[in-house]
């Protein structure tokens, strides 16, 4: 039972290069979330999904575009990575919204990135 | 603006000693707080509070919920070395239709042998 797996782990990028990181998850939740984490800062609400096809802004959403192309998956992309972007980013997928009702959020192991 | 605050922002207690971590909170439409606990890797949920006064316990870890004050505590006994992790308060709350789940900074707990 995978629950929700991040992809890549880590990653070291030069200012301006793109990439995408890739969340898939295997519990057939409707609602998934993209967070970073930086020091002193806690869990920031990046992006997020209601279900396939949907997607909204969070609480920190410049530099940054997500797809949901598939229930199962959500990606966060960066088009022009920045130093600032430098974070631990995590995704979450959950039942419900926000993980309440008792159906809470679960988390992927998160990606470290970097950029130079 | 909707915050949740954290104190103390850490901690170090010796084996066996028990520990309160504090979350207090402002936010509009509130609906639940949840605690996570958050080791090397991905938050682990612990509780989801929604009601005043109703204890939640597993193990040696409780959580109570004051929504007049608002405010939350997570009380630990006999703490032990795996103890000592990042513990997150978030709530869920609502305003025009939309959701939000605010974080809390978290509070890192340091339990030495």
């Known amino acids: 039972n995978a629950g929700v797996t991040q992809t890549p782990k880590f990653r070291v990028l030069k200012t301006g290069q793109s990439m995408t990181l890739l969340c898939a998850q295997d519990m057939n939740h409707e609602y998934m979330y993209w967070y970073r984490q930086d020091p002193g800062m806690g869990l920031r609400l990046i992006h997020y999904?209601?279900?396939?096809?949907t997607t909204a802004k969070g609480e920190v959403p410049d530099g940054y575009n997500v797809s949901r192309l598939k229930k199962q998956n959500f990606l966060l992309g960066l088009e022009s990575a920045a130093p600032s972007q430098t974070s631990v980013y995590f995704c979450?997928?959950?039942?419900?919204w926000g993980g309440g009702l008792d159906q809470p959020q679960h988390f992927g192991d998160g990606t470290r990135l970097s950029i130079l | 603006e909707d915050k949740v605050v954290q104190s103390p922002l850490s901690l170090v207690v010796h084996e066996g000693d028990t520990v309160t971590l504090n979350c207090s909170y402002e936010?509009?439409?509130?609906?639940?707080l949840l605690w996570y606990k958050q080791e090397k890797k991905a938050p682990t949920f612990l509780f989801m509070l929604?009601?005043?006064?109703i204890e939640k316990k597993s193990g040696r870890l409780s959580s109570i919920l004051d929504k007049k004050e608002l405010f939350s505590i997570l009380n630990i006994t006999a703490t032990q070395t795996g103890d000592s992790a990042i513990y997150l308060c978030?709530?869920?709350?609502?305003?025009?239709?939309?959701?939000?789940?605010?974080f809390g900074k978290g509070m890192k707990l340091t339990v030495n042998p």
């Open positions: 978030a709530v869920e709350a609502s305003q025009g239709g939309s959701e939000k789940l605010v």
């Open positions: 936010v509009t439409n509130f609906r639940s």
């Open positions: 979450a997928s959950s039942y419900s």
């Open positions: 929604t009601s005043s006064g």
């Open positions: 999904s209601v279900g396939e096809g």
